[in-house]
Nanobody, 126 residues
Framework: QVQPVESGGGLVQAGGSLRLSCAASGRTFSTYVVAWFRQAPGREREFVATIRWSGDSTYYADSVKGRFTISRDNAENTVYLQMNSLLPEDTAVYSC???????????????????WGQGTQVTVST
């Protein structure tokens, strides 16, 4: 099992950048598929991005494509989410999730991930 822990959230002006980190204990974290989800107040949790264990395949929600980049450093047991050109509508609690398998049909569904971090707040001001 793994326990993800997010960090790097904060307050930033629109157009700015932040980098979120998702670190996890356990030697097997490098074999897990990791995803970022976000939830804004009064809204459903939504998929942001995911990365396969090798880092060679990444997938993004249309709303962040071209602005966010997910990457991983398996030697450091860490997955990153680089967020550029931030918009006020990116304001949300961002959570890291992991699962030990890849399936292309449902990587965007939060309920398929069994391991979650506590979340980190990202606030983008106008």
């Amino acid at each position: 099992q793994v326990q993800p822990v997010e960090s790097g959230g904060g307050l930033v002006q629109a157009g700015g950048s932040l980098r979120l980190s998702c670190a996890a204990s356990g030697r097997t974290f490098s074999t897990y598929v990791v995803a970022w989800f976000r939830q804004a107040p009064g809204r459903e949790r939504e998929f942001v991005a995911t990365i396969r264990w090798s880092g060679d395949s990444t997938y993004y929600a249309d709303s962040v494509k071209g602005r966010f980049t997910i990457s991983r450093d398996n030697a450091e047991n860490t997955v990153y989410l680089q967020m550029n050109s931030l918009l006020p509508e990116d304001t949300a609690v961002y959570s890291c999730a992991a699962r030990p398998y890849w399936r292309g049909s449902d990587y965007y569904i939060a309920g398929t991930y069994g391991f979650w971090g506590q979340g980190t707040q990202v606030t983008v001001s106008t």
